[in-house]
C-alpha cells in the first residue's frame, strides 16, 4: 500500500494567516491527490482533487499543488471557520486509496 | 438535492456480523463508484471498500474476505455486509460517490453511521 505522510500533526495559527500542509506519498502518485477539512462530528468535505483542481464552492483561498510524492495545501488567509483537521488522501488505484493522518489546525 | 443516508449501526459483539445501508437520492448509486470509509473514534479516515458503476468491488486488505459491498439500483441503495467483526472494526462508517472513474476523490459524503464491536 502507498502511505501518505502528512506535516505536521498540529498546526497553530492566527486568523489572517497563511498556512502549508504538506504530504508526502511513499511512492509517486501522479496527481493524484486529493484534500479534505473535517469538524468535530461532520463528515469530511473535499476541498482540492487532481491535487490542484479546486473543488466547486469551495473558497479561492484553498488552493493545492504538487506531484510525484510531494504536496502541498495552502490556505492564503486563515478564516475562522477554518479551524479543523484536513486530510490528504491518494487514489492512485482503485483497490488501494489510502488518507494522511491529518493535520489539526488549531487556532493559537 | 444530492442526499445519502446511513442505516444500521449499532453494539454488535466480536464475531458477529451487520449490514449497514446507504440511501442515496440526487443521483443513481449504479452509474456512480460509491465507497464506504471509515473512521475509529478520534482516529483518522480509511478507506473501506469501492464498487464502480460496472459493478467490480474492491476491498482494503483489512475487510478483504469479511466485508461484501453490493447495491439494489432498484431501491437506489448502496449497503455494506460485515462479518467476522472485531473490536477493530470499531468506528463511524461513511458512504460516499467518488467524482468519477478516474478521479476517486469523494465528492458527497452521508452523515455517518456508528459501529460498536464489543462484548
Known amino acids: 500500500d502507498i502511505q501518505m505522510t502528512q506535516s505536521p500533526s498540529t498546526l497553530s495559527a492566527s486568523v489572517g494567516d497563511r498556512v502549508t500542509i504538506t504530504c508526502r506519498a511513499s511512492q509517486s502518485i501522479s496527481s493524484w491527490l486529493a484534500w479534505y477539512q473535517q469538524k468535530p462530528g461532520k463528515a469530511p468535505k473535499l476541498l482540492i482533487y487532481d491535487a490542484s483542481s479546486l473543488e466547486s464552492g469551495v473558497p479561492s483561498r484553498f488552493s493545492g499543488s504538487g506531484s510525484g510524492t510531494e504536496f502541498t495545501l495552502t490556505i492564503s488567509s486563515l478564516q475562522p471557520d477554518d479551524f479543523a483537521t484536513y486530510y490528504c488522501?491518494?487514489?492512485?488505484?482503485?483497490?488501494?486509496?489510502?488518507f494522511g493522518q491529518g493535520t489539526r489546525l488549531e487556532i493559537k | 438535492e444530492v442526499q445519502l443516508v446511513e442505516s444500521g449501526g449499532g453494539l454488535v459483539q466480536p464475531g458477529g456480523s451487520l449490514r449497514l445501508s446507504c440511501a442515496v437520492s440526487g443521483f443513481t448509486v449504479s452509474g456512480n463508484y460509491m465507497n464506504w470509509v471509515r473512521q475509529a473514534p478520534g482516529k483518522g479516515l480509511e478507506w473501506v471498500s469501492l464498487i464502480n458503476s460496472g459493478g467490480s468491488t474492491y476491498y482494503a486488505d483489512s475487510v478483504k474476505g469479511r466485508f461484501t459491498i453490493s447495491r439494489d439500483n432498484s431501491k437506489n441503495t448502496l449497503y455494506l455486509q460485515m462479518t467476522t467483526l472485531r473490536a477493530e472494526d470499531t468506528a463511524v462508517y461513511y458512504c460516499?460517490?467518488?467524482?468519477?472513474?478516474?478521479?476517486?476523490?469523494?465528492?458527497?459524503w452521508g452523515q455517518g453511521t456508528l459501529v460498536t464491536v464489543s462484548s
Open positions: 460516499a460517490r467518488a467524482k468519477g472513474a478516474q478521479w476517486l476523490s469523494f465528492d458527497y
Open positions: 488522501q491518494q487514489y492512485n488505484s482503485y483497490s488501494s486509496i489510502t
